[in-house]
């Protein structure tokens, strides 16, 4: 443990102080304005002090708006469904193709493999708005717009080529003499595969696959453009607090809270991992 | 049933296409009997680990054939050649202790648990891993996971055991004593085993016959006894043998009774023409170049001996090493007394046409050892 005179520990701690302040400011005041009504939220200067209420989240729940213009229906809660389930099916999927195949361009070079890899990551280089014309024509062709297995498929862009190449990075890190020792014990090539190689890449995978679903979760375009009202996720829904008289900030700001709890618990509970996984995984020459 | 455990017929190795990337091995022809051990000795990348791995498995044979036990393997899985092997990086399974990676290579064999306990057991004190045997490979030293995964190789009953560096990492008594007990350990159960090493002190010691690779090629296969004696090529020579042999290239001269071997300098080895026996004699009048070499331990001090200049002196504690500027080069010899001589002295050697091992100039091939052709 390196030694800090007293000074040093002291600047050090206003310097993270600052820092976190900095950072987790957004997500207080958020967290503020879920519990106050808009008229509150916007008085000037704002006030730090006030009547909480529970409105903003009953409207939520039970799915009717009340604004000055009469009563809204929003499909919040659907919302928040939908956003659950593409994620968790994206990212199953992903995993279910990913690893195998980061296993595959790990582990045996063939003619070829390198390009079909650098292909994959590829589409992440590409703007997703650079592929939502061409998409949304063909996808209304094939009858796949405003489809879960459509959305999900779209979905593979973002958490495919995630969990490929930080997967993959975590497999060349294993040695292969511990599979081939395992294969010289009278094993098959698969059963190395399933219990060698998939237990000591775990954290990666584990990894890769939580990294994937923050990606999933916070996507917006794609769902934006190729669903409609029941199958978009909460990232697309929470527009429908814009109406007609006026931003309902105390809604999307209880929307937003109730969003980002699911990620930011999973990222809270799987921090070790991520750290781990990422920079043993991915961080290598 | 064939008598030989392992047979090499004309094995290449090719790393990239075939006939344009790297040839790592060439032509490699050798047959192993049952119950022997043999080491692939040799520098690093001379192909002896490819040759191992091509064996095991791991690696795809690119012309040739490979048989053990008579059956040919060359095309199989790895899980299909009843080969055990002994891994240089130990590849332990980290998640599993000691014990269990010792007992996992049984799981295949499904013995009872009792015959595995008593199997790890026995293992474990040969090696001497007893008191690490609950613990993770992560936390234990180099010598011990590399004594374990050995430990995991020699518990298999398998056709063949291939062993890589196996005692690169242990200290120097431990790797006297295991040396012994891991080939009384092979000899005992009939085992046969083919070893990879640099290391031609473990070679000697633990091989029945040493197989000798440079380059991809196999120099020579035979017993520990004749390729120190016997060495088919200068690679040979030079490489066995420590410190490693002299070598000088020397002019033939003829004259009446006699027989010169001109070194650089203008220094000359004279010997009788009858101090050669017949053939040898033969031979070095049949050409006028040759390549001569001598053991440092065949090298004598003598008064009317040729003359050479100590460049340095070293006493090992039961040997002292003299370097000498001798013929443009450098003569290494050994002497089992502690000699002081200072540095610059002169000194006169002789060398005993006994010991004179002679190859050819241009192919370095041996042509002679002693009395004896080769």
Redesign the interface.
């Known amino acids: 443990m390196e030694h800090t005179s007293l000074i040093e520990r002291i600047l050090r701690g206003i310097a993270l102080t600052l820092v976190v302040i900095f950072f987790m400011f957004p997500i207080l005041w958020i967290f503020m304005m879920s519990f106050q009504t808009n008229e509150t939220i916007l008085r000037i200067p704002p006030q730090l002090i006030f009547e909480p209420t529970l409105a903003n989240y009953t409207a939520l729940i039970t799915g009717k708006l009340m604004t000055a213009a009469g009563t809204l229906d929003i499909a919040f809660m659907r919302n928040l469904w939908n956003s659950v389930f593409l994620s968790v099916t994206s990212v199953a999927v992903s995993l279910l193709l990913g690893v195998p195949a980061a296993y595959a361009f790990a582990r045996h070079k063939f003619r070829g493999s390198e390009d079909i890899a650098f292909t994959l990551l590829s589409f992440k280089f590409a703007p997703a708005l650079l592929v939502l014309l061409p998409l949304t024509l063909y996808f209304q062709k094939l009858g796949l717009a405003n489809t879960y297995f459509g959305l999900i498929w779209v979905y593979q862009l973002i958490c495919l080529p995630l969990i490929l190449w930080i997967v993959r990075g975590y497999f060349e890190d294993i040695p292969a003499d511990i599979e081939y020792a395992y294969r010289i014990g009278g094993h098959s090539w698969f059963a190395t595969f399933r219990k060698i190689a998939l237990p000591l890449a775990g954290p990666g995978i584990a990894a890769a696959g939580l990294l994937a679903f923050i990606f999933a979760w916070n996507n917006f375009v794609f769902a934006l453009v190729l669903a409609s009202a029941d199958k978009q996720p909460v990232t697309v829904g929470a527009l429908a607090f814009i109406t007609s008289s006026g931003i309902q900030y105390g809604q999307i700001s209880a929307a937003i809270v109730l969003s980002i709890t699911p990620t930011l618990a999973l990222a809270l509970y799987a921090q070790r991992y991520l750290v781990e996984g990422l920079s043993l995984g991915a961080v290598k020459g | 049933m064939s008598p030989s455990a392992l047979t090499i017929s004309e094995v290449d190795k090719f790393y990239g296409p075939i006939d344009r990337g790297v040839h790592a091995v060439k032509k490699l022809t050798m047959e192993i009997a049952r119950g022997e051990i043999v080491a692939l000795l040799g520098s690093s990348g001379c192909g002896k680990t490819s040759t191992l791995r091509m064996i ?3 690696e795809e044979v690119s012309r040739g054939a490979i048989s053990v036990g008579g059956r040919q393997v060359h095309t199989l ?3 299909k ?1 009843n ?3 002994a ?3 130990y ?5 599993l202790t000691v014990r269990e990676n010792m007992a ?2 049984l ?3 499904r013995l009872a648990k009792s015959e595995v306990d008593a199997k790890v057991a026995s293992i474990a004190k040969l090696l001497e891993i007893e008191d690490i045997l609950e613990r993770y490979p992560s936390s234990i030293s180099g010598g011990q996971q590399q004594r374990a ?1 050995l430990g ?1 190789a020699l518990i ?1 009953d398998a056709d063949l055991h291939l062993l890589d560096e196996p005692m690169g990492q242990l200290e120097p008594q431990l790797r006297a004593v295991l040396r012994g007990r891991i080939k009384h350990f092979i000899k005992e159960r009939g085992l046969t085993a083919i070893l990879v090493t640099h290391d031609q002190t473990e070679a000697n010691a633990l091989a029945d016959r040493i197989a000798v690779m440079e380059g991809g090629v196999l120099q020579q296969f035979d017993t520990p006894d004749r390729i120190k004696e016997r060495p088919a090529n200068l690679f040979t020579g030079t490489f066995v043998g420590e410190p490693p042999m002299n070598v000088f290239e020397a002019f033939v001269a003829a004259a009446p009774g006699k027989i010169s071997l001109k070194l650089p300098d203008g220094l000359s080895l004279d010997y009788d023409k009858d101090a050669f026996s017949a053939p040898v004699r033969d031979q070095l009048l049949s050409r006028d170049r040759v390549m001569i070499g001598i053991r440092p331990y065949a090298v004598r001090r003598s008064k009317d001996g040729v003359p050479a200049r100590v460049s340095a002196n070293q006493w090992l504690g039961d040997q002292t090493h003299i370097a000498a500027d001798f013929a443009g080069g450098s003569l290494v010899l050994v002497e089992h007394d502690r000699t002081r001589l200072d540095l610059g002295a002169p000194i006169n050697v002789s060398i005993d046409p006994k010991n004179l091992h002679v190859f050819d100039q241009a192919s370095g091939m041996a042509i002679s050892h002693g009395m004896e052709l080769a």
Do not use: I, T, W
């Open positions: 095991a498995g791991f899985p790895p899980v050649r080969v055990a092997m891994f240089e990086g590849s332990l399974y980290p998640p996992f290579a799981k295949a064999a995964s995991r298999r």
